[in-house]
């Protein structure tokens, strides 16, 4: 009988042989159980952002790095390094993550990268609120016009309000910063917030632009007032102030009672003309052209909340002459309803202008775009394409809505001399 030709070597290398092939199906047995057990770049992602919710940010940023390594274009590990970064204050680098994940993925994802964005935003801007509060109030803005309609967007306008009331606050006790507390206050009407802090917000706006024309009448004053004692025209004691007109003429000869009160009513419209002048003169703005000819009652001189004294009036033969008063009250408040009625108008035509501009680029864009749409629907033969042209239109027309929508001023009243 043949024997096994294992059978025939000595005991001490028959063990050897088996002790050997024990080991290597040892160490086979490992390498599969190793490779079985190896995670993939979405397990790691999925730990590292559970990492990142118990706040181990190191060990989450070397579960992302691993991610990565698996797998480069893995666009939520590179939003988990983004956002350890925002938490450890590197906004650089969180910048960086995120413009990687925004290559990697232009769509954002729904929605989530811009949502991360947002969050560097808000994060950052807190950083340099007090050194640099226009490029605070600028990402702010960012943050809303990213979303208007989630919660980092009311985040942002709630951030806004809280610091465009601090800013007015803080700068309108000052006369040299009155105009940057008031732009402050102006700006809660750009943005959604409270409608009691908005109302709080206008009416302060009012109260410092009355308070700085009333700093700018006085200077006014100051600086006319030789004029004005030169020419007799300023009542001190009184705190009055007055219009003259004289006219000598050898044409002038009142013969009746008619004529005369012709002549009076005449005087009476100079009378008016020179009151609006002064007001004109007081409120820093050049007296219209068709005022310089208008006939105006005194009775109804639209300027001025009470009638002027009538202090002096004379009619005879080659002369007439009326002089009339005002309050100086009178004259600093007519002549702020003649400011703000100039800058309603201004507002009024501007608004005018951005509507004629946006009609004009409607009818442009429109034109262009039938064009194109009816070029296209004959290449086609089905006309389908040629609604592109429509839908272009119905987003112009959009922007004219916007348009009529402008702010306009709410404080002012309308004088019309």
């Known amino acids: 009988m043949r024997q096994h030709p294992e059978s025939t070597r000595p005991a001490v290398t028959r063990r050897r042989a088996t002790t050997v092939r024990l080991l290597l199906i ?29 706040k181990k940010y190191d060990e989450a940023a070397t579960l992302f790095d691993q991610a990565l390594a698996k797998d480069p274009k893995n ?26 994940a925004k290559e990697l993925d232009p769509e954002g994802a729904g929605g989530w990268i811009k949502q991360k964005r947002q969050d560097l935003l808000l994060a950052e801007s807190e950083s340099i609120k007090e050194s640099d509060p226009a490029k605070y109030e600028a990402m702010l803005r960012e943050v809303v016009e990213l979303n208007e309609r989630n919660p980092n967007a009311n985040k942002a306008y709630s951030a806004l309000s809280d610091f465009f009331m601090a800013r007015a606050k803080a700068l309108e006790g000052d006369p040299k910063t009155r105009e940057e507390a008031i732009s402050y206050y102006d700006k809660m009407d750009t ?28 200077a006014t004053l100051s600086k006319l007032k030789p004029e004005l004692q030169k020419d007799g025209l ?73 009638d002027p004294k009538l202090e002096k009036e004379v009619i005879e033969k080659g002369k007439v002459e009326v002089m009339v008063s005002v309050s100086l009250k009178d004259l600093e408040e007519s002549a702020y309803v003649l400011v703000l009625h100039e800058k309603s108008k201004t507002a009024d035509k501007n608004a005018d202008q951005d509507k004629d501009g946006d009609k004009a680029a409607d009818k442009e864009g429109g034109d262009g775009a039938d064009k194109e749409g009816g070029d296209k629907a004959a290449d086609k ?19 004219d809505k916007a348009a009529d929508g402008e702010k306009k001023e709410d404080e002012g009243g309308e004088a019309k001399p």
């Open 75 to 100: 666009v939520d590990a590179t939003v988990g390094l983004a956002t350890i970064y925002i938490e450890k204050g590197d906004y650089a680098k969180a910048r960086e993550q995120l413009d990687k």
């Open 26 to 54: 040892g160490l086979m047995s490992l390498a599969f159980a190793f490779v079985a057990c190896e995670k993939d770049a979405q397990t790691l992602t999925n730990e590292g952002n559970l990492a990142v919710i118990q």
């Open 234 to 306: 300023l009542d001190e004691p009184n705190s009055r102030i007055r219009a003259q007109f004289i006219r000598e003429d050898k044409e002038i000869n009142p013969r009746d009672e008619e004529q005369e009160e012709q002549y009076r009513k005449y005087l009476q419209g100079q009378a008016t003309l020179q009151l609006i002048g002064l007001t004109y003169r007081f409120a820093g703005l050049d007296l219209p052209t068709d005022l310089k000819e208008a006939f105006v009652p005194l009775s109804r001189t639209p300027v001025f909340s009470k």
């Open 191 to 218: 943005i959604r917030t409270q409608r009691n802090l908005r109302k709080e917000a206008r009416a302060k706006a009012k109260e410092l632009r009355r308070t700085a024309f009333a700093d700018a009448f006085a």
């Open 381 to 399: 033969e089905g006309g389908d394409e040629a609604t592109d042209g429509d839908t272009k239109g119905d987003a112009a027309a959009d922007g």
